[in-house]
């Protein structure tokens, strides 16, 4: 089991128009709507593999009972709190005439007061009963205050939990240094943490090894249709290249990387050999409509053709 905290659930909307371009009308020629956000995407994926995992989400009143209704029909599992607002959603549009090209449009999600991301923190700790692990997925929505996700990380390592990061933005100010047990996140992110980009997998490893010296036990930085590149914590070094599919859906495939990830580590795997599972959930998350989404089947076919990354 995982604890998940979810700061910034969405409804995730998908919507496949070929021709797709600016300022005319489109009738979609398939629409899919799931329970989504990262923290959810991640739990779907996470149950695809084999595991189960509990969603801590603040989540708007308004369109509350559709969004965990979509939740309840994947069979996933969560314990939410409800606040003020609408639950944000998130729109990709599909274009199979021009490579599957996408656009994507994500709204923020409505203000979270601090009294109710107390209450979320306090919900969260209640599930540390059933877990070793929690996972922090996506970013955080206005009105949590910067230094909301530290006093979360403190509370879980204090509980002896270990601590995933997949998130971004000014709540990791002051988190690192807290030594979370694993941070993960993309080339693009992490450029921006060390303040230079990141364009190869080598350089990637340089900026694993700085975010280390700030406090990261272990890091994992994606490389998009490259692969994946970490250090341990013990300072060795890994990587692996994505097998070359027939990519049409990208959205939810970090989400998948992880939940992949999770399941090697819960199955008793080191990190390298665990990456090298996200690394093929991430994969087989292109080949199916929606975040997190992939057959069981095809995730085990790409397994076999992840190759190790020349760093």
Known sequence: MVVVVAPNPSLDK??????????QIFRPSEVLTLAGGKGFNFARALKTLGHLSVVVAPLGRQQ?????????????????????GEVRTCLTVIDPAHQNR?????????????????KQVELTASHFGETSYLAVC??????????????LVRRAKG???????????PQLDGVLELSPDLLKINQFEAGSLVGRPL???????????ELQQRGAQAVVITLG??????????????????????????????DSLLAGLVSGLLEGQGLAEAVRRGVAA?????????AGRFERGAYANLLEAILPLSL
């Not at 998908?14 to 300022?23: K, N, R, Y």
């Not at 955080?140 to 909301?148: D, L, M, N, R, V």
């Not at 364009?199 to 490893?205: D, F, G, S, Y």
């Not at 991430?282 to 929606?290: C, H, I, Y």
Request: glycine share 14%; no cysteine.
């Open 138 to 151: 996506g970013s955080f929505p206005p009105g949590i205050p910067q230094a909301g996700l530290a006093g």
């Open 199 to 209: 364009e190869t997998a080598a350089e990637a490893l340089e900026a694993a090894q």
């Open 102 to 118: 996408s656009t994507e449009i994500y709204e923020k999600g409505p203000v979270l007061q601090v009294a109710d991301w107390e």
């Open 282 to 290: 991430g994969a087989a998350n292109t080949l199916e409509m929606g």
């Open 225 to 254: 249709k490259v692969g994946a590149v970490g250090r341990t914590a013990g300072g060795e070094t890994f990587g692996w290249s994505s097998p070359k599919v027939e990519a049409a859906f990208s959205t939810g495939s970090g």
């Open 64 to 84: 509350g009972q559709f969004f965990l209704e979509l939740a309840r029909q994947e069979a996933l599992q969560w314990d939410v709190q409800y606040i003020e």
């Open 14 to 23: 998908t919507v496949i128009i070929p021709d797709f371009a600016l300022g």
């Open 159 to 169: 509980a002896g939990k270990k601590v995933l990061l997949d998130t971004f933005g």
